[in-house]
């Protein structure tokens, strides 16, 4: 089978992490497939397919058990005793991003308190450039090519690598869209109707994808949107809420739940998940009006150009639509075929 050749050039640095902690050296296979499993799970999520916890060990191939034993997302990404439909290889010609500094301040009020202003650090230079994603099909059964729309949906709404909060990762192929027709007749083929997602978990369901326009913006841009997001939910009372949503490193470290990318062509990333379900502080739980404050916030302060989010007035393309299938199939650009022909 002839391995499916895919490049792509960096809208913003990349970064993947390295051997040394802390160290971008080269473009790791690792840190991209963690985010393309991520992201896939979310799409299964939505679909009703059967996806294990992340919290407990992942599925064991059991020849003697229904489905094997396997998720929908285990039976393409591996889990102990099934390998990986597919072998990821990258060639990789990015260069470290001198740059992009290592110290980033937000240009807001100076906090009374510390009498400094929100800064945040890099322990080393991401990487810029172009690269080959390289997809050899490992099965007879699984085309590449889904991977590769994996890829295409990534690139036009989220970003590949780790460090997405810190706005890296925003990538473009360089030879133009990649199909991603293959990925949803996969999808929708091999993902079974459990409708059992948790609420808690990311999904089509609790996921906003946006853009906003901002010309002539620079990397303090992306700063001073994390900074003013976070204060959407400022205040003693709101401290458990404003860790869970934005993140925090204090105490049990939590990774922040909406990303904001760093510019390119005059525009920037806004997206995230925010549960239908969660528990992190005294009082109901309204994630309406979690959602609404950012939307607001975009819309008043910037040019939001989209706002995607399924069965929601908000979604700028086909608001209030509640069909999973046609937002996916929105989402991936794919027209619907014609049932007479």
Not at 268 to 293: C, F, H, L, T
């Amino acid at each position: 089978m002839t391995p499916l050749k895919i490049r792509l050039k960096t809208l913003t640095p990349l970064w993947t992490g390295g051997v040394e902690a802390g160290k971008v050296d080269r473009i790791h296979e690792t840190g991209i497939l963690g985010s393309l499993r991520w992201w896939y799970e979310a799409i299964v999520r939505g679909l009703g397919g059967k996806v294990c916890d992340p919290t407990t060990p992942s599925c064991i191939y059991d020849p003697d058990k229904p489905d094997n034993g396997l998720c929908d997302v285990c039976r393409v990404f591996g889990a102990t005793g099934w390998r990986r439909r597919f072998r990821l290889t990258i060639l990789d010609q990015t260069q470290p991003d001198t740059s992009s500094p290592k110290q980033i301040g937000a240009d807001r009020p100076i906090n009374p308190k510390t009498n400094r202003k929100p800064t945040w650090w890099f322990p080393d230079h991401p990487r810029s450039g172009n690269l080959t994603i390289q997809i050899q099909s490992l099965a007879q059964d699984f085309p590449a090519e889904v991977i590769g729309g994996l890829l295409q949906f990534m690139a036009d709404w989220a970003a590949l690598g780790a460090r997405a909060q810190m706005g890296f990762g925003i990538v473009e192929p360089v030879s133009g869209r990649i199909d991603t027709r293959q990925l949803y007749d996969w999808l929708v083929a091999t993902t079974g109707s459990h409708k059992n997602s948790d609420p808690a978990l990311p999904s089509l369901q609790n996921l906003f994808l946006a853009r906003i326009q901002l010309q002539h913006a620079t990397d303090q841009d992306t700063f001073n949107l994390k900074y003013d997001l976070r204060q959407l939910f400022a205040g003693k009372k709101n401290v458990d809420l404003r860790h869970f949503i934005m993140g925090t490193v204090k105490g049990g470290r939590m990774a922040a739940k909406v990303k904001v990318s760093r510019p390119y062509d005059g525009l920037m990333r806004v997206w995230g998940w925010i549960p239908q379900k969660a528990n992190v502080y005294q009082g109901s739980w309204d994630r309406e009006a979690v959602v609404n404050a950012m939307h607001n916030h975009l819309q008043i302060h910037y040019n939001l150009q989209v706002w995607r989010e399924i069965n929601s007035p908000r979604d700028t393309v086909a608001p209030s639509n509640s069909d999973v299938q046609v937002f996916l199939q929105s989402l991936l650009e794919i027209e619907e075929e014609d049932d007479a022909t």
